[in-house]
């Protein structure tokens, strides 16, 4: 299955009929709680549209944005693993559309619906590309670089599709726990992407493909901003 394929929201009334009961839709508003760390895991839950933040904390209270999911994706699919209670807490970062499954209706579905399973499984698949990448990332990035690979994911570039340059309002904070930093560095390389010409922002934030520039290589721009 191609990836323009596994990233295709599935059409609401053939993903209900693909089971046998366990399922319910439900809408969630703005920061409203769609599963918390430390509840039963007991389902899976697919995004029919709008935004999700994945996020957990340690025992001494720190926070750690792990994704944001969106429109296609699924969340929550650790149960099916045996995962007894949920390892992270997803909260809607737009108003959102999701379709609660039962874990057992998700188990009799990926044995029985063919299509289903292998859509799902393209799912795990990419799900485990962008895990390691973001290790990577983690491992051998600096926090500039970063910072702008997170930016131009929200933003949707690189992926099948047109672009979604315009994000949803996220606020330094998040964006520091997503890149693993201080809001103050956050502000500081924003400041300087802004100067550059990389994004744009005045209460939305624009990010163009330029950004790319800074994942890729160190632009001259850059380095002599940094000498």
Do not use: W
């Given at each position: 299955?191609?990836?323009?394929?596994?990233?295709?929201?599935?059409?609401?009334?053939?993903?209900?009929?693909?089971?046998?009961?366990?399922?319910?839709?439900?809408?969630?508003?703005?920061?409203?709680?769609?599963?918390?760390?430390?509840?039963?895991?007991?389902?899976?839950?697919?995004?029919?549209?709008?935004?999700?933040?994945l996020s957990v904390v340690s025992d001494?209270?720190?926070?750690?944005?792990?994704?944001?999911?969106?429109?296609?994706?699924?969340?929550?699919?650790?149960?099916?693993?045996?995962?007894?209670?949920?390892?992270?807490?997803?909260?809607?970062?737009?108003?959102?559309?999701?379709?609660?499954?039962?874990?057992?209706?998700?188990?009799?579905?990926?044995?029985?619906?063919?299509?289903?399973?292998?859509?799902?499984?393209?799912?795990?698949?990419?799900?485990?590309?962008?895990?390691?990448?973001?290790?990577?990332?983690?491992?051998?990035?600096?926090?500039?670089?970063?910072?702008?690979?997170?930016?131009?994911?929200?933003?949707?570039?690189?992926?099948?599709?047109?672009?979604?340059?315009?994000?949803?309002?996220?606020?330094?904070?998040?964006?520091?726990?997503?890149?693993?930093?201080?809001?103050?560095?956050?502000?500081?390389?924003?400041?300087?992407?802004?100067?550059?010409?990389?994004?744009?922002?005045?209460?939305?934030?624009?990010?163009?493909?330029?950004?790319?520039?800074?994942?890729?290589?160190?632009?001259?721009?850059?380095?002599?901003?940094?000498?």
């Open positions: 299955m191609s990836k323009q394929q596994a990233r295709k929201p599935i059409d609401p009334s053939r993903f209900m009929a693909a089971f046998d009961g366990g399922v319910t839709v439900a809408t969630y508003g703005k920061g409203q709680v769609v599963f918390s760390q430390g509840a039963p895991a007991d389902a899976v839950f697919y995004i029919q549209n709008g935004k999700v933040k001494q209270g720190k926070e750690a944005v792990v994704a944001f999911l969106e429109d296609g994706d699924f969340c929550g699919e650790g149960c099916l693993a045996g995962q007894i209670v949920r390892m992270a807490t997803a909260v809607a970062a737009t108003d959102c559309t999701i379709v609660r499954v039962a874990k057992p209706s998700m188990i009799k579905a990926l044995h029985e619906q063919i299509d289903f399973s292998e859509l799902f499984m393209a799912h795990l698949l990419a799900r485990n590309i962008r895990v390691e990448a973001d290790l990577v990332d983690q491992l051998f990035n600096s926090s500039e670089k970063r910072l702008a690979r997170v930016l131009l994911l929200l933003a949707n570039f690189g992926k099948d599709g047109k672009p979604e340059p315009v994000l949803a309002k996220i606020s330094q904070e998040t964006l520091a726990e997503m890149v693993g930093t201080t809001r103050s560095r956050v502000s500081f390389f924003m400041n300087r992407f802004r100067k550059l010409g990389f994004i744009e922002y005045n209460g939305d934030l624009k990010v163009h493909s330029s950004l790319l520039n800074v994942v890729l290589y160190d632009k001259p721009e850059l380095q002599r901003q940094r000498d």
